[in-house]
């Protein structure tokens, strides 16, 4: 009965109606946050598990970096290093925050540094029983060779793999830890009693997990130099790591530097200031770029299979989306005109776009074959132009287009292959319906108004469109080129029915790359990493995005 009214009393009055409405939230949400973890958290911490390990069908030793290393050089050791050093001052950023919410409301939220504090070992309790249980679920594979595979040997095994020795113990302390933590938290909403308490525990819990994630990290990689250094002067080599490391983190102290200068410069008055602050910056950059030079020699010692699928991804980008977006740009002012069959249009444009990738990658397929008879080369046949093998050609198209003129260009500047041009336009024709559609509806978001009162004023439609329809579509182009350049970098199902062992790797993309590494030379760890490299690239090139493009919408 008093357990009965104790429950009855946690649910009335205000707070307790707050608490209700929290864990009614909290209870809707729980189901999406349940498949988040299944299908999109636990996926990209297994991949991370399985890159650092020597896995090729079978899991085997633990490799640590040597993935990462083989594939881009030693640049991994730098680039791990400096994950640590952003976590270390992402820990700088969140304490700013707290003393800045502490001085803005004069708050005193000193307890809630133990709930804090706990929340982060909770996470990491939960990391080390991860770690440790994934291994012994893992080898169930094994253990069932030769048994019947039923449901009930499998969870008899699955049970023997989570009461492991060494499973069960780390299973425990993260019990014990949630417990203290729900109980401490508890305790100190109750002892301070603020509507920012729960930001404050949060924020607390944010600066101990980066800081142990920093600092580990840290750590880790110096064990891994450490540990390349033992192993290469055992064979009588210097593998140089701590030159270039010490080289290549200078050269971006340097440049965030030449940033920090370029920025304040716009906030100097006087003009011999703003001189010595450009100077200054300038100086700063070129020292950066020359430190920072070092890393072509380091990739340079990486996997070849690597950099050339990403040279191809970089043409394939740069081939497909600007030209991608002036053309839908073109057709999408066109067909916002009152014009008799727009419609019908809209529906033509947006047609490839629907249609199956596989399905109109084959029909390419057929149209630019090597074939006399093929449809593209009988039109260059009716034109007087020589039939091409165009998706068996490896020759880069500005090479192609040299040897017509009888220039013998250098192989640097060969371009992408034809048999890559042929995939591009295949793209362009797939996407162009979607980002005409996309800009349409931002054409039907500008006010008609200004059109007509710039039109008033004189303004040709040149002018219109210069300085009022282009910058108020800026946010639609922002979406579409950020969208369209992470697509080309993830782009797999169309390029691997296109591609073909004639073209000579040259149409072989990141991702196909990737796709050859895991299901053909069944390098699963190896794999992995080369898919942690590829998500690190996107994150750079959306950062940047984000950086030049980002600021120059015009949101209204």
Known sequence: MENKNFFKRMFTGRKGRKLKEYLTAYLFIAPSTLLIFIFGIFPVGFALFVSLHKWRIKRTDMIGLDNYVRAIGNLAYVLVFALGVGALVGVYFLIRRIIKMVKENDD??????????????????????????????????DKLRGLERTQEVFMGLLREALRAETVVPAWRLFLWLLLAGVVIGVLVRRFYQNRRNMSYQMYFALIFAALAAGVGLLYYTYQQVNLAYVEAMAEGVDPGIWPQFITISSGAFLLILAWILWDRAKKVESSGSFAVHILAALILLVGAWLLIGEIPTIIASGDENLWEGLKVTVFFSLGTVPFQLMI???????????????????????????????????????????????????????LGIP?????????????????????NLPAWAAGPSLALAVIMLHSIWTYVGYDTVIYLAGLGNIPKVMNDQAEVDGANSWQVFRHITFPLLSPTTYFLSLIAIIGTFK????????????????????SVTIFIEFFEKLRYGYASALSFVLFAIILFLTYINNKTQGKRVFYG
């Not at 080390?128 to 012994?136: G, K, V």
């Not at 740009?329 to 033509?348: A, E, T």
């Not at 776009?353 to 449809?375: C, D, E, H, K, L």
């Open 108 to 141: 005193q939220p000193w307890l809630c540094i133990f709930p804090g504090l706990l929340y982060a070992a909770i996470t990491a309790a939960f990391l080390n029983w991860f770690y440790r249980a994934l291994p012994e679920v893992l080898d169930i594979a």
């Open 328 to 382: 839908s740009l073109f057709l999408s002012i066109l067909l916002f005109q009152k014009v008799r069959g727009s419609n019908f249009f809209r529906i033509v444009f947006f047609i490839p776009y629907v249609t199956p990738g596989i399905a109109s990658a084959a029909v390419f397929q057929q149209m630019f074959s090597n074939r006399q008879s093929a449809p593209v080369n009988m039109v260059l046949r009716f």
């Open 387 to 407: 039939a091409q093998q165009w998706l068996y050609e490896p020759r880069g198209i500005i090479q192609m287009f040299g040897e017509m003129l009888g220039l």
């Open 491 to 510: 782009a797999f199902n169309t390029i691997w029915v296109l591609r073909s062992n004639l073209a000579l790797g040259t149409t072989d993309t990141f």
